[in-house]
């Protein structure tokens, strides 16, 4: 949404009705993570709307946040994090995000390169700093 209040559809059809994570990068692309059938997928919108499936195998496929470079990290319900490289290589990062963070859902990236991830699993709802994914 533009901040006249004016929407556009840039691309749908994704792989997955169940679309979570959204992250953009510096060149206007969009950057979505999908349940795809529970094998969780990461995959590239241009501006263009042009689809390209970067990587799969998440399982549960949740927040998404880019660094400074260009890589993404990606978080799944199970709180598992892994760090995806331009090239569609990805590296288990972390195995447990951390007490409490089994279902991990929004993430960001800090200055330093660090995923902080927002989890709602009961009463241990809030941010998790996870220095893995620098």
């Known amino acids: 949404m533009l901040a006249d209040g004016t929407k556009t559809v840039v691309a749908n059809g994704l ?3 169940e679309c979570w994570g959204l992250a953009m990068d510096g060149d206007g692309n969009a950057y979505v993570t999908n349940q795809d059938g529970h094998n969780g997928a990461l995959v590239k919108v241009s501006p263009a709307g042009v ?4 990587t799969t195998g ?13 890589n993404a990290c990606v978080a799944n319900a199970a709180g598992l994090l892994w760090r995806v490289y331009a090239d569609g290589v990805k590296e288990t ?7 409490g963070f089994n279902a991990a859902f929004a993430m ?3 200055t330093e390169g660090n995923a902080v991830v927002g989890s709602n699993t009961g009463m241990d709802c809030g941010p998790c700093q996870v220095s893995a994914c620098r």
């Open 108 to 110: 960001a990236m800090d």
């Open 58 to 70: 998440f399982g549960s496929a949740r927040g998404v946040a880019l660094d400074a470079a260009g």
């Open 51 to 54: 689809k390209a499936q970067v």
């Open 93 to 99: 990062v972390a195995t447990s995000i951390g007490t």
């Open 15 to 17: 792989t997955s009705t």
